[in-house]
């Protein structure tokens, strides 16, 4: 079992910069393969980013390549997304996502196992 609760959320100008935060519970976070999506209103839930157990590999949904990054810490049992040159089409829940033992690296969200509560990040122009 595995408990995510992100922060770092928040309500930012165009082109401003915002880091979110993952904390997991668990001994065995250095197992799973973590994931970022986001769902704005009135929209489905889209992939934003993932990692690697090891952190070693990472994929980005195209339109957000260049300004997004996704980092882990397995020590901390954290995972990042730093988000830079925001747009007011960001403005989303961004939700942290686990998956076990992923690999290939997933970017559907009906297979990962674990989500965090969301964080809102909204963006004003």
């Known amino acids: 079992q595995v408990q995510l609760v992100e922060s770092g959320g928040g309500l930012v100008q165009a082109g401003g910069s915002l880091r979110l935060s993952c904390a997991a519970s668990?001994?065995?976070?250095?197992?799973?393969?973590m994931g970022w999506f986001r769902q704005a209103p009135g929209k489905e839930r889209e992939f934003v980013a993932a990692?690697?157990?090891?952190?070693?590999?990472?994929y980005y949904a195209d339109s957000l390549k260049g300004r997004f990054t996704i980092s882990r810490d397995n020590a901390k049992n954290a995972v990042y997304l730093q988000m830079n040159s925001l747009r007011p089409e960001d403005t989303a829940v961004y939700y942290c996502?686990?998956?076990?033992?992923?690999?290939?690296?997933?970017?559907?969200?009906?297979?990962?196992?674990?989500w965090g509560q969301g964080a809102q990040v909204t963006v004003s122009s």
């Open positions: 990692i690697s157990w090891s952190g070693g590999n990472t």
């Open positions: 996502t686990a998956a076990y033992e992923m690999s290939p690296i997933r970017i559907n969200n009906l297979e990962y196992d674990y």
């Open positions: 668990g001994r065995t976070f250095s197992s799973y393969g």
